[in-house]
């Protein structure tokens, strides 16, 4: 996964203000957060030398667009089913303390991002995932817990 | 709502809070276990296989063939049960007192060690429940549950908020990984992990002892004072700690004492449960209910109303010396478990197999009884590795018979 900085470094770094924002940095805050992508920066999209920079940056973007809307990707093949993103995943918390949040079963599977099933776990409701939305934050709560590195958002 | 929760029988964590949907006693889905209970509790079949020599027979002529070689046999071993209830298991006891045989079971080359130590109150013990609710130290000791146990991090031991933990894993609880390698475990406890080289545990216990008073922690083999310091430090602190004991730190110690040692200074600072990592899901059961019965968790010969007990009465020693004539091997598979130059000894005497699945040795055994899974296809009640009694129901139907109703049916013709 990428972030605000690496961005940062492929822009321009003019502050040339064209695109709306105050400085590069902002933009690539808000590149970040897909409130803009990389055609709403004029001197990055018709600028031949930044022409390397502007096809690297459209396609950072373009592998998270087939994925679900927060890129949560959950590889089948090396889950085993631990349940450690289950308990640790802090919506799944707040919405089921004493079901998910207290190591047990699920007291309601239907409001829970992230359940195990058939000994494998599944992403489900991603709107209401900390990384989805104009509010997102990186959380990375199912990713540091998994022993497999079985979950990945791109 | 109520939800109807089944038990999981696939490891010695016996996990309570499994949904599973079935239809016309296949399961289809399972909700909540790991991948090692899914696999376990979609192994059922409907019909059994009884077998004598290789050849397909009844059920009546296996049984008849099976009682006869415990007739003819002076001293047999009867071994396995740690994948049985507990009511099997008493039976179990019960026969071997009747045929006068040599009783064990995978304990003996196992945690029996500990469990014994457990049941004589040399430890301080506490549940799982508990560490749920107040662990704020865990050490997983040559052990992996991420492997052996998925659900022991967060069910229990990090992961979950408990009443006095509400702020689990992030804020309120330290797991530390003490083994040989870099575990899934050991992943997960991160700066936590301390890596002794293989047989170095014993003299890690006691650097860590020094460290623990004071002293200048000193390894053979120079493991950084500095860290075992930092670690007696976050063990000093602990207000309800917990070690999880595995197989990796009691094959690495040649007996106890350093364990003992270390509990006791633990405790001298701060206040400190153990719990072994019990894999078959009661082995523990085993060990309590033959304590219970002869003050001994395993390798036993009854003999005329007497008990011996001694390492000559392990499975492992018996077949070695040859003085067992016959065994009856009951959900376990001795002859992929133990070393080859040992287990080669069993195919010279008269096997008889019990187990719901095909394994080595139940293909090169005189008799082989296909019985259903305990927990899946019929119920009891087990013991959990810290010793918390759970009875389960059956999930699916099956005409296999369970190893409760064989061994009835043995000694009802004996």
Not at chain 2, 39 to 68: C, N, Y
Not at chain 2, 69 to 88: D, H, R, V, W
């Amino acid at each position: 996964m990428t972030n605000a900085m690496e961005l940062y470094q492929m822009l321009p770094k003019t502050n040339c203000k064209k695109c709306g924002k105050t400085s590069c940095m902002a933009f690539a805050v808000a590149l970040m957060a897909h409130e803009l992508t990389a055609d709403d920066c004029p001197p990055l999209k018709e600028e031949p030398k930044y022409k390397e920079n502007y096809g690297k940056i459209s396609d950072l973007f373009k592998a998270s667009e087939g994925a679900t809307s927060t890129g949560l990707i959950v590889h089948e093949e090396l889950c085993f089913g631990c349940g450690n993103c289950v308990v640790a995943c802090p919506p799944n918390v707040a919405n089921d303390p004493y079901g998910v949040g207290s190591g047990n079963a699920p007291r309601d599977a239907k409001k829970l991002i992230l359940i195990i099933e058939d000994g494998v776990v599944k992403a489900q409701n991603v709107e209401e995932c900390r990384r989805f939305g104009k509010n997102k934050i990186l959380c990375n709560g199912c990713i540091v817990t998994c022993p497999v590195e079985a979950i990945e958002f791109v | 709502m109520e939800k109807n929760y089944n038990v999981c029988t696939g490891c010695g964590m016996l996990c309570d809070d499994i949904e599973v949907e079935s239809e016309k006693n296949i399961v289809n889905k399972v909700y909540t276990a790991c991948r090692v209970g899914v696999a376990h509790m979609k192994e059922g079949r409907e019909s059994a296989v009884f077998r004598v020599d290789d050849k397909p027979v009844d059920e009546a002529t296996a049984i008849s063939e099976a009682v006869a070689i415990l007739k003819n046999a002076k001293n047999p071993l009867i071994f396995g049960l740690g994948t049985s209830t507990n009511e099997t298991q008493k039976l179990a006891i019960e026969l071997a007192r009747k045929t006068s045989a040599t009783l064990d079971d995978t304990s003996s080359f196992c945690l029996g060690r500990v469990v014994e130590a457990l049941l004589q109150n040399r430890f301080k013990a506490c549940t799982l429940d508990d560490v749920r609710n107040k662990a704020d130290v865990t050490i997983f000791w040559g052990a992996d549950p991420s492997d052996s146990h998925p659900r022991h991090l967060s069910k229990y031991s990090y992961f979950p908020r408990g009443t006095e933990k509400q702020r689990g894993w992030e804020e309120d609880r330290t797991a530390i990984a003490i083994d040989v390698r870099k575990s899934h475990t050991a992943k997960i406890c991160g700066n936590n992990f301390f890596q002794v080289p293989p047989g170095g545990d014993a003299e890690f216990i006691d650097a860590l002892i020094a460290g623990l008073s004071g002293k200048l922690p000193k390894t053979s083999y120079n493991f950084p004072p500095k860290r075992i310091l930092e670690l007696a430090n976050i063990l000093k602190g602990a207000k309800f700690g917990v070690v999880f004991v595995g197989l990796g730190l009691v094959y690495s110690l040649e007996n106890l004492e350093p364990l003992f040692r270390l509990m006791d200074a633990l405790n001298e600072k701060a206040n400190f449960h153990l719990i072994p990592m019990v894999g078959h899901y009661n082995m523990r059961g085993f060990n309590e209910n033959l304590f219970e019965e002869t003050g001994y968790v395993n390798s036993v010969k009854f003999e005329d109303g007497a008990v011996k007990h001694g390492p000559e009465y392990s499975i492992v020693e018996a077949l070695k010396a040859k003085t067992v004539d016959a065994a009856l091997i009951i959900g376990s598979d001795p002859l992929s478990s133990l070393p080859r130059s040992i287990a080669k000894n069993l195919l010279e005497i008269p096997v008889i197999s019990m187990d719901p699945c095909e394994t080595l040795t139940s293909r090169s055994s005189k008799v082989y009884i296909n019985t259903a899974i305990s927990g899946v296809e019929s119920g009891g009640s087990a013991t959990r590795m810290d010793g918390v009694k759970v009875e389960f129901k059956p999930v699916v139907e099956t005409k296999r018979l369970s190893d409760e109703a064989v061994l009835k049916k043995i000694m009802e013709a004996l």
